[in-house]
Structure formats: C-alpha cells, structure tokens
C-alpha cells in the first residue's frame, strides 16, 4: 500500500512513529460522543423514555446506512484481499444464515423501549440534522479513496467503552426496557474490537508521512463530528423541545430522503 495522496510536501522524517501515530488517533477518544451530555444523561439515568426512545430511532438511521457504507468502500477497492475482510462488517450489519445481524438487533431494541418496527423503517422520527449528518459520512466514502474510507471507521476504537456502559448502567437505570434489546450490544462488543483490527492496520500501513498522519486524523475528526452532530440534533428535539419547525407545528413535517 501506499501512503494517502496529500497537498503537503513532507518527508518521512518529518512523520510521527507508528507508534506515537496511534497514541495521537487515540487521543481523539477525548472527543467520542460518548461524552456528549446526551450521552451522558443516558449513562447515569436521567434520560426520559421519550429521549431513549429518540435516540434509538434515530440511531436506526445510522444503523441502516453502515451497510450501504461500507459497500461503498468495497466498491472503490481494489485489493481483494481487503475486500475478503471488509465484507465481513456487510454481514455484521445486514445478517447471514441463521445471525439476523446488527440491524435486526437494533430493531429488537426498538421494540425494547416502545417503538414498532414500522415506526423505525418508516424513519418518521429521523430529524433532518441526523439524517444530514449520516449522509455526509455517507457520501465522504463514496467519493474518498477506500484507504481513506476505511480510516473514517476508526471511531470504533472507542465503540467498546460505549457499549459497555450501556450493558453496565441500563438495566439498572431503566429497568422497563426489555433485556432482549440488549443483544446489539452485546453483538457490537466482539465485533467492533475485530474490526478496528482491520481499520488500525491500513492506517498505519498508508500513514507514513506527517502530511498523511494528519490527514487521517483529520478524517476521524470529521468521523467524531458526525456523531456528536447527530446527539446535538437530538439534544434541541428531546432535551430542549425544539425539535424542527416548533415554533409552527407540532407534526414531524421533516423530508424522508429524496431519491
């Protein structure tokens, strides 16, 4: 593989160690959603039902659409041995053989905390700012080079805390909700910690130089921004009763995608 294509002249002297580069994409732990007050709220039960419920049906967006991601990369991807690999996070997420997969568990979920399944493929709750957010990740690996494609996925070195937490606080806080919702994260525990295997070995096989070392970092930051920008959304709808158009209606009047 060879090092990200970047507008910067730079040397490979110039290039932090491979092991100072992964100190620095694990630094931008500090800046996960997991540390967002929403999320936060939900960790130490202070989330209402109706704010859990938003969250789990606008996550389902998120869910849907990793996916459809995910082929993107594999569509851009030469290399079949990467693809061999990749494809895994396909099934993950979209089921094979007898695992009904991520998605399926993320419906279990919703079903968990109230919502029906229709209600989460309907998407009548997806706010317009998360659905912008997930479509800008989205539409990022569709156009990115696959190697930086794959590096936008690496917000998962932080995924396992978050699901911890979540196996570790809910039943205890919210004890209404059924305990079957939480096989996704039992599931995402394994999966994440393999995957970001993967994400780890590109980025540090293609970052060679500092322009590139900043570059991936600069790509998971926008990652990080997605996330956080999707908990903001919900923050105004849930937290502060500003969903969209409230000051002119109290219906879900928000665009469901456009073809």
Not at 33 to 58: C, K, S
Request: contains cysteine.
């Amino acid at each position: 593989m060879t090092s990200i294509a970047s507008p910067l002249a730079t040397s490979q002297a110039d290039a932090l160690s491979p092991e100072a580069f992964r100190e620095a994409l694990m630094a931008k732990g500090a800046y996960y959603h997991i540390h967002h007050p929403y999320q936060v709220d939900m960790a130490e039960g202070r989330a209402t039902h109706a704010q859990l419920r938003g969250w789990v049906a606008n996550r389902f967006y998120y869910q849907i659409n990793i996916p459809q991601k995910d082929a993107a990369l594999l569509a851009n991807c030469p290399d079949a041995a990467t693809r061999r690999r990749w494809i895994q996070r396909l099934l993950d997420h979209d089921g094979y053989g007898e695992d009904g997969g991520g998605i399926e568990a993320w419906l279990t979920l919703g079903e968990a905390v109230g919502l029906s399944r229709d209600e989460l493929w309907s998407q009548e709750h997806v706010l317009p700012g998360v659905r912008f957010a997930v479509d800008a990740y989205v539409n990022f690996v569709r156009r990115a080079d696959w190697r930086e494609a794959a590096i936008s996925s690496l917000t998962e070195l932080f995924a396992p805390e978050a699901h911890k937490s979540r196996l570790d606080t809910w039943p205890t806080h919210y004890p209404w909700i059924d305990s079957a919702g939480y096989g996704y994260f039992r599931k995402r525990l394994k999966e994440a910690r393999r995957d970001v295997e993967h994400g780890l070995e590109v980025a540090l096989a293609v970052c060679t130089t500092a322009a590139a070392q900043q570059r991936a970092l600069e790509i998971l930051q926008f990652k990080l921004d997605v996330l956080w920008s999707m908990l903001d959304a919900m923050t105004l709808a849930y937290q502060l009763d500003r969903a969209p158009y409230h000051t002119v209606t109290d219906q879900r009047v928000y665009h469901r995608g456009l073809s």
